[in-house]
């Protein structure tokens, strides 16, 4: 059965700590990996990740992905409270027209 | 402003009603979605359609159905035999088609409350 299983479910930091999110999935046909943030309602998308060792990067958040141990992680710099979210992993498959199969998520709190 | 949009946000139902929530794109996407979250859980698919006239069961599509007339339009009726129908209802859209990448956007939502 296919699988995406993200940790810590919740953590809580200051501001300004750094914060590593983790994300693993045992899929068949796997396309692409996906982080999603959610704050509210809408998830809004941050990466897509298809190759294997090459970063992403968008300001304070960065991204890579590891085809061979089948994990990714996130990572938050210089947090801001602003960053406090749910982040969501998700996984493409190659036969799925676009349909992602989600991770439970991990909640962010960062603290002023 | 191109988007995806839901309604309503709010929704409460009787127990033994079936309730339509509606979702609407003019992003000119041919792929929709039907996603369920529930706390923990992350999100679910219920319901997904490649093109007009065409759609797919995801993992938990008992208790539900949807229709696709239109290619900007996907509405999902949560009916009386699904079990537990009081979540988060996410609606969403994509390019679709194979190798044409998956970022999916995803409208404000709808809270469903069953009473």
């Known amino acids: 059965e296919d699988k995406v299983v993200q940790s810590p479910l919740s953590l809580v930091v200051h501001e300004g700590d750094t914060v590593t999110l983790n994300c693993s999935y045992e899929?068949?046909?796997?396309?692409?990996l996906l982080w999603y943030k959610q704050e509210k309602k809408a998830p809004t998308f941050l990466f897509m990740l298809?190759?294997?060792?090459i970063e992403k990067k968008s300001g304070r958040l960065s991204s890579i992905l590891d085809k061979k141990e089948l994990f990714s992680i996130l990572n938050i710099t210089a947090t801001q409270t602003g960053d406090s979210a749910v982040y969501l992993c998700?996984?493409?498959?190659?036969?799925?027209?676009?349909?992602?199969?989600f991770g439970a998520g991990t909640q962010v709190v960062v603290t002023p | 402003d191109g988007g995806i949009t839901q309604s309503p946000k709010y929704l409460f139902r009787k127990e033994g009603q079936n309730v339509t929530l509606s979702c609407e794109q003019n992003?000119?996407?041919?792929?929709m979605y039907w996603y369920r979250q529930d706390p923990g859980q992350g999100l679910r698919l219920i319901y997904y359609?490649?093109?007009?006239?065409?759609?797919q069961k995801g993992d938990i599509a008992e208790g539900y159905s949807v229709s696709r007339e239109k290619k900007e339009s996907f509405p999902l009726t949560v009916t009386s035999a699904q079990k537990n129908p009081t979540a988060f209802y996410l609606c969403?859209?994509?390019?679709?088609?194979?190798?044409?990448?998956?970022?999916?956007?995803f409208g404000q939502g709808t809270r469903l409350t069953v009473v």
């Open positions: 969403a859209s994509s390019i679709g088609g194979y190798g044409t990448g998956g970022q999916a956007f």
């Open positions: 899929v068949t046909n796997f396309r692409s």
């Open positions: 298809t190759s294997s060792g």
């Open positions: 998700a996984v493409l498959h190659t036969d799925s027209w676009g349909k992602l199969q």
């Open positions: 992003l000119n996407h041919d792929a």
């Open positions: 359609s490649q093109i007009v006239n065409d759609f």
